[in-house]
């Protein structure tokens, strides 16, 4: 069997968790023996597109504009052109090479257009593993009104999206049922959580510790986007509660909209326990994790869907004790603390976040106990085995 990956970010260049993803999804289909390609966009890329193989894997790139860490107007307009630019730039390989299964990754909402034509060229089956309810998210924040014409403008290709997919991924049991009611898209919904590849690397020997000046810490570490969906000042708030504990530290990596907020609330606040740093490559993200003791994670409380962040996937395979907190009824509350993986309060519980970080800072025993449960928790529910068979399943039963 031949697949099809779609996505709008891709390794070795990309530090996104959703790229990651995909890469161990395709490097599973391809260690059964299957045919795989990804088709992604490359803005840094001189020529109109280039194949490569990155750990058996055909990847087609093609040249687009910038989409990530630009202007919202900007990406709206380089992303709504993602699928004409991916057609125009590999029409005559598409006709010359059908597959036989598309899998494709939202965000983006705007690959319904590519799916759609593929399908009728390959009479492909498709599968989306749907991630963000974009742009419900931006409107449960206020961002956007619901009555909006561009809310409208983003709703069409969101539609278009799911009515490309013969079936639909969805991480959660909460996410499943609000998605069923809220949406009117008659196609079938699967449960697909996040996965991750069990492949920890070793320990770093203390060379980040050392750098930043952090021997001795215990050390809470978030990695990944630093945006409004994540509410960064809940961890800010935590940091400056925090501010008495001397062997607790900060450190956040990564890019997003609320970088310069969290910037200037550290001047703001003189928050000499908290660390800033750029976002770095996957394989560096690992190493740097390997070093840090509590992976740390934040949800906006006015999230109306129960998103599950993919970067609590890394600190699983090494075996990190999750803290965080989440917008009301999310479901990963139960999930990490039904397996005793970690502590994770509703956001706005200030104090029960701080209680729950002061567990963890004091007691050395119960952070490797929660690391351990963590690590059991992603073979048993997480895997990347477990999400290919799903998908794959999917293509018999539809």
Known sequence: MKICLIIDDYLPTSIKVGAKMMHELAIEFVSRGYTVTVVTPSPDLTKRFEISELDGVTVCRFRSGEI???????RAINETLLSYHAWQAY????????HDLIIYYSPTIFWGWLVGRLKKLWGAKSYLIL????????????????????TWYFRFFEMLSYQAADTIGIQSPKNLAWFS???AVKKPLDLLYNWAADEPVPENSGYYRQKLGLENKVIYFY?????????????VRLAKAMCSEDKAHFVLVGAGDEVELVRHSIDEYCLNNMTLLPPVTQDEFKKILTEFDIGLFSLHRGHTTHNFPGKLLGYMVQEKPILGS?????????????AEAGFVTINGD????LNNALQLLHDADLRKNLGT????????????QAAANKILATVVQT
């Open 350 to 353: 200030d104090i029960g976040l």
């Open 326 to 338: 989440v917008n009301p009824d999310n479901d990963l509350q139960d999930v990490v603390e039904q």
């Open 131 to 150: 991630r963000d309810f974009f742009p419900q998210w931006v409107i449960d924040n206020g961002m956007l009104s619901a009555k909006s014409p561009i």
């Open 223 to 235: 990695g990944g986007n630093i945006g409004h969906a994540q509410d960064m000042m809940n961890i």
């Open 91 to 98: 029409k005559p390989y598409f006709q010359q090479h059908p």
């Open 181 to 183: 009611e809220a949406c």
């Open 68 to 74: 990530k860490n630009v202007s919202k107007i900007k």
């Open 373 to 384: 449960n963590a690590k059991q928790l992603l073979s048993d529910v997480f895997s990347v």
